[in-house]
C-alpha cells in the first residue's frame, strides 16, 4: 500500500476527533468552476495559542486498534480497511506537505496498534523525526495514549505545543459498557501528568531560560455526546471539575455519529446526530469558562438537561425572575 493510500484511510479515520476544532466543511471545488477545495483529505483548522486560526493535517498513525470501544469505526471486531505509517512515512509526508504550503502544524492521533506503549513509540519517533531530523518548527498536537509509560508520555510533550487526551464518554459506567478496555483511572492519569509538567514546565522557565517546554499549549479533551444516557447536568459537572483540577485549555463535546448497530447503542434507525445538544454544552462551556458559572447554577438534579429552544444563558435568566434586569 503506498503512503498516498495510506493517507486516505488514516485520514478519514481521524474525523471523528473533534478536539481540534476541526471546521467540518465538506465543499468541493464544483466542477472545475472556481479555486479551491475545503475537503482536502486530512486538512483541519485550529487555534494556536495566541489565537491565530492555523490549518493542520489531521491523521491517525494507526487505525489498526487491538482495543473494541463499540461506538467506534475503529475497533478491532470492525471489518474496515487498516494502515499504519511508519514514522519515517509520516514525517516525511507533513513535511512535504508543509513545504507545498497546504499546511501549518500537524494533529497526530492513533488507535491502540499493539500497546499503548507500542504506538506511543511510533508517535514520538514521527515527532522526534520532525523536530530532530527536520527541524519542523510548526505547531503540533499529539494525543497521549492511556495506559502508555509516563516517560514516554513526557517524552511526547516536549515535542508537542499541545496534548489532549480524551475523556470518551461522561461516565465510569458508560466507558464500561461501551469501552470494556479502557477506564476512568487510567485516562485521568496521563491527564494528571500532563497538567502537573506543564505546570513545572512554566515554573521553570521563568527560572532559567533553557528549561524545557512541556506542551505550552496546554491541554484538552474530548467527550462523545448521545452514545448513552448521561444528562446535561453529568457531562457539565464532569467539564467543570476537569476544568479546576486539570486547568484544561477546551473540553470539546462530540456529537455521536452511529457508524454501527450495537444493543448497547441508540437505535441507528432515525437517529440523527444531536447537534443541538453539542451547540447548547458549547454555550453552557462558554458560561463556565469566561463568566464564572457553576455547573450547579445552570442545571440541577430536577431539570438536569438543557431546553432545546432556549439557550441556557436566556434559560438561567428566565428561572429568577427576582433578578431581572439584571
Ligand atoms: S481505542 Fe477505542 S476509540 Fe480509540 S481507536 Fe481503538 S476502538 Fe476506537
Known amino acids: 500500500m503506498d503512503v498516498y493510500e495510506k493517507l486516505k484511510i488514516l485520514a478519514d479515520a481521524a474525523k471523528y476527533d473533534a478536539s481540534c476544532s476541526s471546521s467540518g466543511v465538506d465543499r468541493s471545488e464544483n466542477d472545475g468552476v472556481g479555486i479551491g477545495t475545503a475537503c482536502a483529505a486530512g486538512i483541519c483548522h485550529s487555534f494556536s495559542a495566541d489565537g491565530r486560526c492555523i490549518s493542520l493535517l489531521k491523521v491517525l498513525q494507526s487505525n489498526a486498534c487491538c482495543y473494541d470501544c463499540t461506538y467506534c469505526t475503529n475497533r478491532r471486531s470492525n471489518d474496515r480497511p487498516r494502515a499504519t505509517f511508519t514514522p519515517r512515512e509520516l514525517a516525511d509526508l507533513t513535511i512535504q506537505f508543509y513545504r507545498r504550503n497546504y499546511i501549518e502544524g500537524l494533529f497526530l492521533s492513533s488507535a491502540v496498534w499493539r500497546s499503548p506503549d507500542d504506538t506511543c513509540l511510533q508517535m514520538l519517533e514521527t515527532l522526534r523525526i520532525l523536530r530532530k531530523e527536520y527541524y519542523f518548527r510548526?505547531?503540533?498536537?499529539?494525543?497521549?495514549?492511556?495506559?502508555?509509560?509516563?516517560?514516554?508520555?513526557h517524552q511526547l510533550g516536549l515535542f508537542a505545543d499541545r496534548m489532549s487526551v480524551n475523556i470518551e464518554l461522561p461516565s465510569e459506567q458508560s466507558l464500561l459498557r461501551l469501552a470494556p478496555d479502557k477506564n476512568k483511572q487510567a485516562i485521568l492519569r496521563p491527564m494528571g501528568q500532563i497538567h502537573e509538567e506543564i505546570h513545572q514546565s512554566k515554573h521553570g522557565l521563568v527560572r532559567y531560560r533553557h528549561a524545557e517546554r512541556f506542551a505550552p499549549a496546554g491541554q484538552s479533551t474530548q467527550m462523545i455526546i448521545g452514545a448513552t444516557n448521561d444528562s446535561d447536568y453529568q457531562i457539565m459537572k464532569l467539564s467543570e471539575g476537569l476544568y479546576q483540577k486539570y486547568q484544561l485549555k477546551r473540553v470539546y463535546f462530540s456529537a455521536y455519529i452511529p457508524v454501527m448497530s450495537h444493543?448497547?447503542?441508540?437505535?441507528?434507525?432515525?437517529?440523527?446526530?444531536?447537534?443541538?445538544?453539542?451547540?447548547?454544552?458549547?454555550?453552557?462551556?462558554?458560561?463556565?469558562?469566561?463568566?464564572?458559572?457553576?455547573?450547579d447554577e445552570l442545571l440541577d438534579a430536577e431539570h438536569p438537561n438543557f431546553h432545546p429552544l432556549i439557550d441556557p444563558k436566556a434559560n438561567w435568566a428566565l428561572n429568577r425572575p427576582a433578578l431581572f434586569p439584571v
Open 263 to 295: 444493543p448497547n447503542l441508540p437505535a441507528r434507525e432515525g437517529f440523527r446526530p444531536p447537534l443541538l445538544r453539542e451547540h447548547r454544552l458549547y454555550q453552557a462551556d462558554w458560561l463556565l469558562r469566561f463568566y464564572g458559572f457553576q455547573a
Open 138 to 153: 510548526g505547531y503540533i498536537h499529539v494525543k497521549a495514549i492511556p495506559g502508555a509509560d509516563a516517560r514516554l508520555t
